[in-house]
């Protein structure tokens, strides 16, 4: 990391034989406190090349333009978040990362520049912040988009099911009332994977699906997957034994 810039030395002054009245303690004192504040300030910037020196400090010889799981598990260790909490989505998100669980350097450059943090105390600043944009609706159905292509292995066309059952778990199950019905059914259903139109559709329904289903309407544009959920819960609802 760049050394933090030294405090400006204080001017001398000329001798008092020269007709000049050597300043008081107090506006030496004034003097020196304000260039202080300037140079601290100046430090308090945003700068690329000390964004990019912090990111080096994760990467290794063999990759030194990709943060890994290794750096990653350092980076959410040092901010003090899991690498699990949802903030960290948000935080790739505004990156752009492609992948999960790695950054390179162009999305770590864009997405500090955007929120101006090149330390690890402005990324802690920020992480309320980050949180925070969850709550807007269309921010959070954006974030939701991205976290399929992110988590998803890049050589398939779907996501496999564990991997969504985490993330599913991870943006609407603090949320979504039927929530732990839905993953039940996906636990002992036969899908394997998700695609990306269920993806989409299993939010729409969390949003406009009441809770006793009533306004769900069969023959509407549903995936069969949800069609399979909402009578299987009827069932369950009903008395009926697991399937």
Known sequence: MPRAKRRADVLPMPPADEGHRQPSK??????????????????DGFSSKRCILWFKRY??????????P??????????????ENVV??????????????????????????????????????????????????????????????FARDKDQRSMDIDTAKAMLQLLLGKHWILYSHFA????????????????SNILEFSRTINTDLSNY?????????LDEFVEWLRHQRNGGATS
């Open 26 to 43: 107090r506006q030496r004192h004034s003097y020196t406190s304000s260039s202080s504040r300037r140079n601290s300030k100046a430090d």
């Open 59 to 68: 990467t290794t010889m063999d990759d030194p333009d990709t943060l890994g």
């Open 88 to 149: 960290m989505l948000v935080l790739a998100y505004k990156m752009g990362a492609r992948q999960m669980g790695f950054f390179t350097q162009s999305e770590w450059l864009k997405g500090l520049t955007d929120l101006q943090c090149d330390t690890i105390a402005k990324v802690q600043s920020k992480l309320d912040y980050l949180r925070s944009l969850l709550n807007d609706s269309n921010t959070f159905k954006s974030i939701y988009r991205y976290a399929y292509d």
């Open 217 to 225: 309407d069969v023959d509407g544009a549903w995936p069969v997957m």
């Open 70 to 83: 290794d750096g990653m598990e350092r980076f959410c260790q040092e901010i003090g978040v899991e690498p």
């Open 184 to 199: 039940q059914f996906v636990e002992q259903s036969k899908y394997k994977v998700i695609n990306k139109d269920q993806w």
